[in-house]
């Protein structure tokens, strides 16, 4: 499978554990975004990654949580002393980022098949 | 600030028949919107995009800059078109920051 890669699936959590989650995007994809899915919604952004960079963070990104890029390949999502609001499904997108050239040219979203946290 | 609103939560059709998913949304800007489909057990996929103008799997959908609105439309509903779907907005030139609806779950029964 050469599409966007989740690592874990599941992962269950006692309250106050720290969490780390992987994302291996599309391996020419120069954009990583990070969305969070809980029971009934819509995903909702969290952050992303042009390369390297982290280029903007929600609102919804408490300063428990923080993302990392570091050689603009994968990525990590660590939540530390979780809380059992935090259980949901983490989901990540690639997407190609081309400047200075035609809006036809940008790709859409890739998602991957994301994390189920549960927080007990 | 941007919103997406789908105001079905479930959608029943039975085989055959038309199906209309709406969305609607709230952007200042132009924006750039999208349907995304889920399968059962499978990722979130990209459908169709209103730039393309394209028809994916019989489902079409209008940009109606008016009314505010992108509903997709099939006219003759498959049961292999059950799934959940989420319309969703790109405010800028990245197509990868999206606000999604909070989806609707079609069922197509035989």
């Known amino acids: 499978d050469t599409g966007v890669s989740q690592n874990p699936r599941h992962k269950i959590t006692k309250r106050g554990q720290n969490v780390t989650f992987r994302c291996d995007p599309i391996?020419?994809?120069?954009?990583l975004y990070w969305y969070r899915q809980t029971l009934g919604q819509g995903p909702e952004f969290l952050t992303y990654?042009?390369?390297?960079?982290?280029?903007?963070k929600s609102r919804l990104l408490s300063d428990r949580f923080s993302a990392e890029r570091p050689k603009g390949s994968f990525s990590t999502l660590e939540i530390q002393r979780t809380e059992q609001g935090d259980s949901a499904m983490y989901l990540c997108?690639?997407?190609?980022?081309?400047?200075?050239?035609?809006?036809?040219?940008?790709?859409?979203?890739?998602f991957g098949q994301g994390t189920r946290l549960t927080v007990v | 600030a941007q919103r997406v609103t789908q105001p079905e939560k479930l959608l029943s059709v039975f085989k055959g028949a038309p199906v209309e998913l709406k969305c609607n949304y709230s952007?200042?800007?132009?924006?750039?919107l999208f349907w995304y489909v889920q399968y059962s057990r499978q990722r979130l996929q990209l459908l169709l995009r209103?730039?393309s103008r394209e028809s994916i799997k019989g489902f079409t959908a209008d940009l109606n800059k008016g009314e505010t609105s992108f509903h997709l439309k099939k006219p003759f509903a498959q049961e292999e078109d059950s799934a959940m779907y989420y319309c969703?907005?790109?405010?800028?030139?990245?197509?990868?920051?999206?606000?999604f609806g909070q989806g609707t779950i079609l069922t197509v029964h035989p």
């Open positions: 997108a690639s997407s190609v980022r081309k400047t200075g050239t035609f809006r036809q040219q940008n790709t859409e979203a890739f």
């Open positions: 391996s020419e994809h120069n954009r």
């Open positions: 990654f042009q390369n390297e960079a982290q280029l903007e």
């Open positions: 952007y200042s800007g132009s924006p750039e």
């Open positions: 209103h730039i």
């Open positions: 969703a907005l790109a405010g800028g030139t990245s197509y990868g920051k999206l606000t």
